[in-house]
């Protein structure tokens, strides 16, 4: 008897924990999020001429048809998950992984081989590490100002802009530490771009 009391004690205590956890909770969150946050709680959408373009907080690649790097715009960091918000993941490559060598070999060429012929003195020693490593999630948004200083070079030759122009636009879509202390300032990306095109 004491057994069949306990027994149905946790099994109503379940039953209300997952009432008011799994099904309660996330929906009052979910309804104050839509209404105190409404582009936030709907993936902060980038909205041109009334098509979404991409999200101001996931990553997107600004590829040619050949899937190389379209050379108009500035390009995101590495992604593992090929910018895909619904399989978000890191590299897990650690530091003496013989595929983290060549990985990495391979960016730097990569990158390298994008922005020399606009910037003749770039050297290994100048790529910031963001250009060749993925973030955390995979679909980091942001790119370093070094990065982009560094990108502003082939962007202002190939889109006939002056150098001074396009630096002043990575330095207005440069979003600053997180309450001031933390983090690094980050370029986003795709605002960059969008604003690149207007």
């Known amino acids: 008897m004491k057994h069949t009391k306990e027994l149905i004690t946790a099994t109503l205590a ?5 009432v008011v956890l799994g099904l309660a909770y996330p929906l009052v969150m979910t309804g104050i999020a839509q209404v105190a946050f409404p582009s936030k709680a709907n993936g902060s959408q980038v909205e041109v001429d ?12 600004f590829t040619l ?11 995101p960091r590495p992604s593992q998950t090929d910018y895909s918000a619904t399989a978000s993941a890191f590299s897990n490559r650690g530091p003496n992984s013989a595929a983290a060598a060549v990985f990495y070999r391979k960016q730097l060429a990569a990158y390298l081989a994008l922005e020399r012929p606009y910037d003749a003195g770039l050297a290994k020693a100048d790529v910031p590490v963001d250009a060749l490593t993925t973030s955390a999630s995979g679909v980091d948004p942001h790119i370093s100002k070094g990065n982009a200083t560094i990108q502003a070079h082939r962007i202002a030759a190939v889109r006939h802009l002056p150098l001074a122009r396009v630096d002043a636009l990575i330095a207005a879509h440069t979003d600053g530490r997180f309450l001031g202390l933390f983090g690094e300032p980050g370029v986003n990306v795709l605002e960059l771009n969008l604003a690149l095109d207007r």
């Not at 009334?50 to 690649?61: T, W």
């Open 65 to 75: 048809r050949d899937g190389k790097p379209d050379p108009r715009y500035f390009q």
């Open 50 to 61: 009334g098509k979404v373009v991409g999200s101001r907080l996931i990553a997107k690649a």
């Open 14 to 18: 379940i039953l209300v924990l997952t």
